[in-house]
Structures are given as structure tokens and as C-alpha cells.
């Protein structure tokens, strides 16, 4: 299963900030630290040089506690190494090309001028964490599970599918399926990107399918999951399991 890791974050975190006119700090001191704080796991105070700001200003000590593995694994691959390769400035945008330590080439990384200051981001990102305020990191967590989940239930009905071909119909166990190598072993728990998962055949193994709840209802996902030969279902049931009635989903 492919690591879980916060989409909207990826181009920050794959692509890598002299001061600006009339700004207290320049872009590439504001990209440098911002980094810095994330490698050494200060989130607050590495997303307060970013759009992500009001996103993170007002969370509980009990929400960022609940939020760190979620930091952690997302911002893990940023290198020791971080060199400055040089910043362009027009007008509230600026851009800074940074030097990973393991990328050939310079990376460029988007900062906007807003409150008098420079924030690592673009308006597009600011303007979603604005909208959501303190909301944002577990609504983004949540799009990101629900993702998870319908690609794990692809990969259940395509491995149902083979598992058919080759034994005359018959679908296999959750168990089986991970004893022949059709599904990776994090399924063993049957618990996996903030959701429980079952998987149920037929006393004749002619038929089966497959659900996933979320752990925790409105944090770690919403939509209930049902999964069988026919496709994939999915609804808001408030944390109940979805069945055969529940509408197709098809993921946007």
C-alpha cells in the first residue's frame, strides 16, 4: 500500500526562499526556514511562514498531537541539504529555486506577499485555508483517506477477479488473498488509512464483498465504502457501513 501522505503538500515537499521591497523578510530566508521547521518537526512554526498559517494557528494540543504522524510522514523526505540557487520577484509573487540534497536540478518553490509578509504557497492554497480555517489539515487528511480507500477497494475486486480466473469461479478470503500475494500484508489488521476494512464470500465462494467504515467518523473519513463484482459504492452514512443500495462512486 502506497504511503499516505498529505496531496496537497506534494509539490511543496518534491519541489523543495536580499529582501523584497518593503518586506520584513525576504522570500528565500522565508522558504529556508519554513523547511528547516518541518525537517525538525516545529510544525507550527514552519507552517506559520506558509499559506497554511490560519490552518494551524488555534489547533488544540490534542488536535496537533493527533495531526503529527500525518506531519511526520509527509515532510519526512525533506533532505539535511537545502542550498539557495537564486529568487525572481514580481510584484506579490516571487519565486526561489532551491538545490535538494539528491535532485539534480534547482527546484522552484512559489511564495505570495500577503499581510505585509511572504508565505511559501500560492493564492489558489490560501485561499482554501482561509475558507477552512482550523478544519483544513483534517479535511485534506479525510480527502486523502477516501482516495486510499477506493484504491484499496480496486485492488480487492482485481484481485477477486484473477483470484476467480484461476480457481473456477470461486472468490477468495481476505486472509487468502494475502497469502498468495494478491494484496500486501498491511491488510492483516484489516485496518489501514483511518478505516476498518471486511471482506465477506458466500458459503459457495460464488459471490463477496467488501466494506470500509472510517475509524473515527469527520476525522478520518466520512464516506462508508461497499465493494463487489459490480464496482464500487460509497456514501455518508455517519460512520455505518455502506451496502449493495448505497450509489456508485466514481472518484473525482
Known sequence: MKLRVFVLFLPLVLAGA???????????????????ALKARQYVEGFRHSVYKAAVEGLTAEELKDLEPDFA??????????????????????????K?????????????????????????????VQAQGRSFFFNTRIL???????????????????????????FASMQDLIRLGALSKDYETLVADGYRFALSVSGDQKSFFATATPLAYGKTGKLSFFADIDGIRAEDLKGQSAS???????LK
Not at 102 to 128: N, T
Request: hydrophobic share 35%; charged share 30%.
Open 18 to 36: 536580499g529582501y523584497g521591497r518593503g518586506q520584513k523578510e525576504a522570500p528565500t530566508a522565508k522558504v529556508i526556514k519554513f523547511y528547516r
Open 73 to 98: 510522514q509527509a515532510f519526512s523526505r525533506i533532505p539535511d541539504k537545502i542550498d539557495a540557487q537564486g529568487e525572481q520577484i514580481t510584484a506579490d509573487t516571487a519565486t526561489v529555486f532551491l
Open 100 to 128: 535538494f540534497e539528491g535532485i539534480d536540478e534547482p527546484q522552484p518553490v512559489s511564495l505570495i506577499r500577503s499581510g505585509g509578509e511572504w508565505l511559501v504557497g500560492d493564492k489558489e492554497s490560501l485561499d482554501l
Open 144 to 170: 486523502v483517506n477516501e482516495r486510499e480507500v477506493y484504491e484499496a477497494m480496486q485492488r480487492i475486486i482485481g484481485a477477486e477477479i484473477i483470484y476467480s480466473g484461476k480457481f473456477e469461479g470461486r
Open 244 to 250: 449493495v443500495k448505497s450509489p456508485i462512486y466514481q
